[in-house]
């Protein structure tokens, strides 16, 4: 049973708010989330032209790119565990005889000493690649495109293909099930024909028998990240790779079927079924029909889909690449707002479900060998953007991947502390790949020293600590001490461990160096060249503290008197200090200097006002961000169509109460920033635009800030009508709210009686 706090807000001119009423509402016992009136519907008249223009599926561990076309189609693979590489400690313990001369030319202030010999002494090899394991084709003789329709059903996860008409019409039918671990594909028509290909451009092992076509591969044992130019060592086959295999089966058919020319060619058909399982088998079909795995996929999905409904008005009855060209044009559609929240949400669950891996940068939808920035997890701000939402859009069920991992790279992150920096705890850099190595990378594989200007991005500690900060905040929400005790606390004391020990006294302050400011770059003149290692950039400074304060209040609940809150208490209070510079703006380093870039796309600096909170309580800083956030926005290259430095900005002006600054980069995250299939763009296509720009809507809606309830704070002016359902909220609570006109007429908060988190 929920206990309901219901409020309803009077239609009077003074906009004051009818009394709460406190009881038990039985008919609110079970909201009503039906989905038949949501704007819940990709769909196109055309088949794809490119990757970035198809629909992607999805069960956290297994992805589906599917492109559409009437005479041939083609869906992209993916499965979660395929990588290049292979287990290789890549920590240096050669590092720990150069940290302490870094550190000494940065105190002298001699900054591109000190950052050549980062580069030179402190950085490691980069990471490995995410791979695409091939493309499923399927060729239909003669099929037409008349009548043509592509979509995706947000409310099923299920996509269509209708093509042709009269006898000539074949529906295609796709999904990826999570119960099942496989993706499903139904073909009905009238005696059509289907020839059943796989190609990959990692030259696997395709063996093809009656009903099957079976894979099996080996992973290269290298693939360079694709920002190095091609070399040799760009891809190396090796025998040190992963194997794999994968099966595409018949499931079910009424055809004939037989091999010929490499593929499978079903004849005579009204009906096909196949069944694709990567890496692992598909489970639990035995002597299933195909509608009834179907109806259990739909069931599993919308358990977690259905908890939030969201309405912004009347559904534009046009394609969705229709309607967003009509958006860039100038044309109004409030409702294709609500589509892409609903759809940021749908990306998560499908990228990101328990016993998975956390959602990457291209969630799990990859295509290419050397796939942009490896598809890996950058820890600097996208690997966290992309679990904003997660929390406040009722998705806490697509977090144990995240906490899973984090587990994780604790225990790799300790032995690079050791063997790195000589120091406890656990740290982690900027990029993680599956072999989960926490060195800071830099150095391509074969050489000996770090790539110039590397340092810039490379040379930062501070990944662990914004990975952890996520865990008190998900107890925030769900009061669930077990997991405060059994995994927030644990990663919270190894980071707190690494930190102090990383911390220098000088002067009765600690300092962080070498610090950077994930990659910006700063100058000391105007004539002297642009560098990034320095000392004391806010968003270490802000990272350090919120890590203290969330052990502190951890240790606190849990009436542990941890031997680190002596430590922690004092030098807290001796921490360097974020600064303000001569504009009353948020200073990036620990002096005012030089911006190589001003306008860049990152606004670490700015961590305090969002994601963190640390800016709060301090009206100074609130006023500096806002400096901070003008200057940076005007600045010489801010044109900010990187889509996820646009979610970002979002949420800045969402948590700022600021509707028209919200409403503006809304509607650029949109125009700019999205492409046909709403996949955000940085470019190329990159997942965390989206989870981002979803958190960012939620935000606008409803947001909290040191425990103060915020209802429309930043609602924009083109959404003046709608309603939401089921968002989340601190201490095991929900809300619904609606309005018409930009103003408030209802919300109801839900409160949990029974504590109903999921296992983590």
Same mark, same amino acid.
């Given at each position: 049973m929920k206990k309901i706090i219901k409020a309803l807000f009077l239609k009077q001119r003074d906009n004051k708010y009818a009394k709460i009423v406190t009881g038990y509402n039985n008919k609110a016992k079970e909201k009503d989330y039906s989905m038949k009136e949501q704007d819940l519907r990709l769909e196109y008249q055309q088949a794809a032209r490119n990757w970035e223009e198809v629909l992607p599926l999805g069960n956290g561990s297994l992805g589906a790119m599917v492109w559409g076309g009437a005479e041939k189609e083609i869906i992209g693979l993916n499965q979660e565990t395929l990588w290049s590489g292979y287990v290789r400690d890549k920590n240096? #313990?050669?590092?720990?005889?150069? !940290?302490?001369?870094?550190?000494? +030319? +940065?105190?002298?202030?001699?900054? @591109?000493?000190?950052?050549q010999m980062t580069e030179k002494h402190l950085l490691g090899e980069y990471g490995e690649s995410y791979l695409p394991f091939g493309n499923l084709v399927l060729t239909f003789p003669n $099929?037409? &495109? $008349?009548?043509? &329709?592509?979509?995706?059903?947000?409310? &099923?996860?299920i996509a269509k293909v209708e093509s042709g008409q009269d006898q000539d019409k074949l529906t295609r039918e796709y999904f990826v099930s999570y119960l099942h671990d496989a993706l499903f594909i139904q073909i009905t028509g009238q005696q059509f024909q289907c020839a059943i290909a796989f190609e990959s451009k990692l030259n696997p092992q395709v063996r093809y028998t009656p009903n099957k076509i079976? *894979?099996?591969?080996?992973?290269? @044992?290298?693939?360079?990240?694709n920002y190095i130019p091609t070399r040799p060592e760009s891809f190396i086959q090796g025998t040190k790779g992963q194997h794999y295999t994968g099966e595409i089966a018949i499931y079910t058919t009424d055809g004939q079927v037989e091999v010929m020319d490499n593929q499978l060619f079903v004849t005579k058909a009204s009906t096909l079924v196949l069944q694709v399982s990567l890496i692992r088998p598909a489970k639990n079909t035995k002597e299933q029909t195909y509608e009834a *795995?179907?109806? @259990?996929h739909m069931a599993d999905y919308q358990a977690l889909f259905a908890t939030v409904a969201i309405g912004f008005g009347q559904k534009v009855a046009l394609p969705t690449d229709q309607r967003l060209a009509r958006l860039k044009a100038g044309a109004q559609d409030p409702s294709l707002y609500a589509l892409y929240f609903q759809y940021g949400r749908y990306l998560l669950i499908a990228s990101s479900r328990e016993g998975s891996l956390p959602a990457n940068l291209q969630g799990i939808w990859s295509w290419e060998v050397r796939a942009p920035w490896s598809s890996n997890w950058t820890t600097n701000i996208n690997l966290p953007m992309n679990y904003w939402l997660a929390q406040t859009c009722h998705l806490e069920a697509c977090l144990p991947p995240y906490f899973d991992w984090l587990k994780k790279l604790v225990v790799e992150g300790k032995k690079t502390a050791r063997i790195n920096y000589g120091m406890q705890g656990f740290v982690a850099h900027h990029n993680v790949d599956y072999w989960m190595n926490t060195n800071p990378v830099g150095r391509p594989f074969d050489q000996k020293v770090g790539e110039t200007g590397s340092a810039m991005w490379a040379m930062w500690p501070m990944g662990g600590l914004w990975l952890s900060q996520e865990l008190f905040r998900h107890y925030q929400y769900h009061l669930d001490e077990k997991f405060l005790k059994e995994t927030a606390y644990p990663i919270l004391k190894e980071a707190c461990l690494f930190i102090l020990d990383w911390l220098v006294e000088i002067d009765g302050t600690y300092h962080s160096l070498p610090s950077t400011s994930p990659e910006n770059r700063f100058q000391v003149t105007k004539d002297s060249p642009p560098c990034a290692v320095t000392k004391d950039s806010a968003l270490d400074l802000q990272l350090i503290e919120e890590l203290f304060i969330n052990f502190t209040k951890t240790c606190q609940i849990l009436k542990l008197n941890d031997s680190l809150l002596q430590s922690i208490t004092q030098v807290q209070a001796r921490l360097a200090k974020v600064q303000i510079g001569q504009k009353g703006q948020i200073l990036e380093w620990d002096k005012e200097f030089i911006e190589s870039e001003p306008g860049h796309r990152?606004?670490? %600096? +700015?961590?305090?006002?969002? #994601?963190? @909170?640390n800016f709060d309580s301090d009206e100074t800083l609130i006023t500096a961000s806002k400096v901070s956030l003008e200057e940076r926005l005007n600045g010489e290259f801010a044109h900010h169509t990187t889509g996820w430095s646009c979610a970002w900005i979002i949420n800045f002006y969402s948590i700022l109460q600021d509707k028209t600054n919200t409403g503006k980069y809304l509607k650029k995250m949109l125009v700019d920033s999205t492409l046909d299939n709403l996949w955000g763009v940085h470019p190329p296509f990159q997942i965390d635009a989206n989870f981002g720009g979803t958190a960012g809507i939620a935000n606008a809606l409803v947001n909290e800030r040191l425990g103060q309830l915020n209802l429309l704070p930043a609602l924009p002016d083109f959404l003046p009508n709608g309603y939401v359902k089921g +968002?989340?909220?601190?201490? /095991?609570?929900? *809300?619904?709210?609606?309005?018409?006109?930009? /103003? !408030?007429?209802?919300? $109801?908060? %839900?409160?949990e009686e029974k504590n109903e988190s999921m296992r983590i």
């Open positions: 240096d #313990p050669a590092v720990l005889n150069y !940290l302490p001369e870094v550190r000494r +030319l +940065l105190l002298a202030e001699k900054y @591109e000493e000190a950052q $099929q037409t &495109t $008349q009548k043509y &329709t592509r979509s995706l059903d947000l409310a &099923t996860a079976q *894979i099996t591969g080996q992973c290269p @044992e290298h693939v360079d990240p *795995i179907k109806q @259990e990152h606004f670490s %600096h +700015l961590y305090g006002l969002f #994601p963190g @909170e +968002l989340r909220l601190t201490g /095991k609570r929900t *809300i619904d709210l609606s309005w018409e006109d930009g /103003k !408030l007429t209802a919300y $109801q908060i %839900h409160l």
